[in-house]
């Protein structure tokens, strides 16, 4: 399970093989004892939460990097090495 990026404590997460459980582009994203699983397509939650805060954090960067969180996804889907991806600043 690659950590694809890290900013202001959170880490996200894509795990290899992950497309049996949720069904679609998803990343995992671990804050303290918090973790969640949310959408790439529209930033959802699937599973698990995150403080509000921290989530719109996350969200926002879902948004400015949805592409390369797409291609990472094909990548990891296919047990392929993913990409490191810039951080929120």
């Known amino acids: 399970m690659p950590t694809i990026s890290m900013f202001y404590g959170i880490l996200i997460?894509?795990?290899?093989y992950d497309n049996k459980k949720h069904n679609c582009p998803h990343i995992h994203a671990e804050y303290g004892e918090y973790e969640a699983t949310i959408a790439i397509d529209d930033g959802s939650i699937l599973d698990g939460s995150l403080p509000s805060a921290k989530m719109?954090?996350?969200?926002?960067?879902?948004?400015?990097?949805?592409?390369?969180?797409?291609?990472?996804w094909k990548l990891a889907v296919s047990?392929?090495?993913?990409?490191?991806?810039?951080?929120?600043?």
């Open 56 to 72: 719109k954090l996350v969200q926002a960067w879902i948004e400015i990097h949805r592409e390369d969180l797409l291609a990472d």
């Open 13 to 16: 997460l894509m795990y290899f």
């Open 79 to 89: 047990g392929e090495p993913v990409f490191k991806i810039e951080p929120l600043r």
